[in-house]
């Protein structure tokens, strides 16, 4: 079971390496629930491609997500990052940045 942690508890309680394991782990959770898989069985580095979800799938996922982290993100970050690995590092990595409450775009423009 993963911890239920508010954005701040996330951004403010774990460090870099430990934010990245819980939302990979969060992240694999709802593919595994989604696919009828064991979460252990998700390669983190595997494309979302590779999982045969369709785009309802990939949004409703994202949006799941946006809310767990308290945060906006982007209905297309399954396609802009196109792995758990590389969503994660970005999450994080956007985390870090100042003005982290909203998500950053792949352009490198600050969404709203």
């Known amino acids: 079971m993963l911890p239920q942690l508010s954005s701040q ?8 390496v430990q934010k990245a394991r819980i939302i990979e782990a969060w992240i694999a959770v709802k593919l595994a629930e989604v696919l009828d898989l064991d979460p252990k069985d998700i390669d983190f580095r595997q ?17 799941e997500l946006e809310e767990w982290l308290g945060r906006r993100l982007s209905p297309t970050v399954f396609w802009d990052y196109p792995n758990i690995q590389a969503l994660t590092s970005h999450l994080v990595d956007a985390d ?15 969404g709203d």
């Open 9 to 16: 508890a996330l951004a403010s309680a774990y460090g870099p």
């Open 47 to 63: 494309p979302f491609a590779s999982f045969g979800l369709g785009s309802m799938q990939q949004i409703a996922i994202a949006g």
């Open 96 to 110: 870090q940045s100042p003005g982290s409450g909203t998500e950053i775009d792949s352009d490198g423009s600050q």
